[in-house]
Structure formats: C-alpha cells, structure tokens
Nanobody, 115 residues
C-alpha cells in the first residue's frame, strides 16, 4: 500500500522560510515525476513546482526565484524549500508523485505566512 506523507508545514512570518518534505513508502517499483500543488478554499488546486525523474524542474511564475524543488531518490523523498514567504502563499500544500505508473496524492500540509 503506497503512502505519501508530507511534513514541514506551519506558521511563519512573512519573509520567513519553510521546507516541506514528502516521503513515499510502500510497494514502490518505479517513481516518475513528483511535485507540489497548493489549494485555498474556493480556488482550484494549482501547480507550485514539479520535478521529473530526470531532474528537470518547473515552477509557477508566482514562486520563481523564491521556491526550490528537489528530490532524493535514495530516500524516496521530494522537498520544497520556500523562502521569502508572502501572505498569498498561504494554502494547503499537497505532495504529488507518479508511482508504479499511477498518480498519488498526499493528504496535505498547511502553510500559513502571516503579515
């Protein structure tokens, strides 16, 4: 049974930093693309950043230069380093991964950046 478990969310002052982690466990044969999405009540879930199995990255325009996505394949983990956080970054952040050829989602972790 595959699981994605996020950690690292919390409350931070605007301008501060957080690092999110997502660890994949279970019967994993292959891991493809991984990424982070976020969602605010009443709004569509949006891509924040993703990273392919080959290491290519993609970022939302709103986070370019502030967030960095990375992965450690030996640990089955994807990270999101978030710097210079803004109040508009406040959302539930969800981990995504393509595992064994199928899409999986974590349960989400709340990030709050206060002004």
């Amino acid at each position: 049974q595959v699981q994605l478990v996020e950690s690292g969310g919390g409350l931070v002052q605007a301008g501060g930093s957080l690092r999110l982690s997502c660890v994949v466990s279970g019967s994993i044969f292959s891991i493809g693309a991984m990424g982070w999405y976020r969602q605010t009540p009443g709004k569509q879930r949006e891509l924040v950043a993703d990273i392919t199995s080959g290491g290519s990255t993609n970022y939302a325009e709103s986070v370019k230069g502030r967030f960095t996505i990375s992965r450690d394949n030996a640990k089955n983990t994807v990270y999101l380093q978030m710097n210079s956080l803004k109040p508009e970054d406040t959302a539930v952040y969800y981990c995504y991964a393509r595992l064994n050829g199928m899409a999986y989602w974590g349960k989400g972790t709340l990030v709050t950046a206060s002004s």
